[in-house]
T-cell receptor
């Protein structure tokens, strides 16, 4: 079965600084990769997904992620963080031919003024 | 508006008192799923359903039941809740297109916070 590791439990960045959240996956076949964001008291919202094609994926709210098969990674980036980006971010991996999805433990982002 | 709804949003109960958390989606999705979210563990799947009358266990099914009598609804039942089921629960739904080989993007409800005393 597939699995996901998010090495950073908590990250703090200053407003306006760049951001990179790490995600490593384990799956023997073609992975289907997702990033979700969970704002305080809210459900999960899809930021972006990778199924195939261009390895640099653009999402909502100015986020992007790059799929690197050689590193089994799907890191999320944003060039300039806004205070409203403070939230918890989850990476997830889906499998071929089923809807089974595995989530990482999440990375909590704090944004300093 | 396309959405997944859950009720109740907050629930405090006592050990052993049966409860049901409802989940409904208006997107005609085949696939529905229940997750629990615990600090440091992310989301873990409890049960899922590929379509009406088709359900299967996820990673942490013990102590839970589900049913899928209608396409839009997927209630989660705790027959005899225990304190270790205190958690934040999410329902999700997605399209399921097995011929594509690709998973559907899952859409999540707002969550139900459960406290079992």
């Amino acid at each position: 079965a597939q699995s996901v590791t998010q090495p950073d439990i908590h990250i703090t960045v200053s407003e306006g600084a760049s951001l990179e959240l790490r995600c490593n996956y384990s799956y023997g076949a073609t992975p289907y990769l997702f990033w979700y964001v969970q704002s305080p008291g809210q459900g999960l919202q899809l930021l972006l997904k990778y199924f195939s094609g261009d390895t640099l994926v653009q999402g909502i709210k100015g986020f992007e992620a790059e799929f690197k098969r050689s590193q089994s990674s799907f890191n999320l980036r944003k060039p300039s963080v806004h205070w409203s980006d403070a939230a918890e971010y989850f990476c997830a991996v889906g499998a071929t031919n089923n809807n089974d999805m595995r989530f990482g433990a999440g990375t909590r982002l704090t944004v300093k003024p | 508006e396309a959405q997944v709804t859950q009720n109740p949003r907050y629930l405090i109960t006592v050990t052993g008192k049966k409860l049901t958390v409802t989940c409904s989606q208006n997107m005609n999705h085949e696939y529905m799923s229940w997750y629990r979210q615990d600090p440091g563990l992310g989301l873990r799947q409890i049960y899922y359903s590929m379509n009406v009358e088709v359900t299967d266990k996820g990673d942490v099914p013990e102590g839970y039941k589900v049913s899928r009598k209608e396409k839009r609804n997927f209630p989660l039942i705790l027959e005899s809740p225990s304190p270790n089921q205190t958690s934040l629960y999410f329902c999700a739904s997605s399209l399921w297109a097995p011929t594509s080989g690709r998973p559907g993007t899952q859409y999540f409800g707002p969550g139900t916070r459960l406290l079992v005393l």
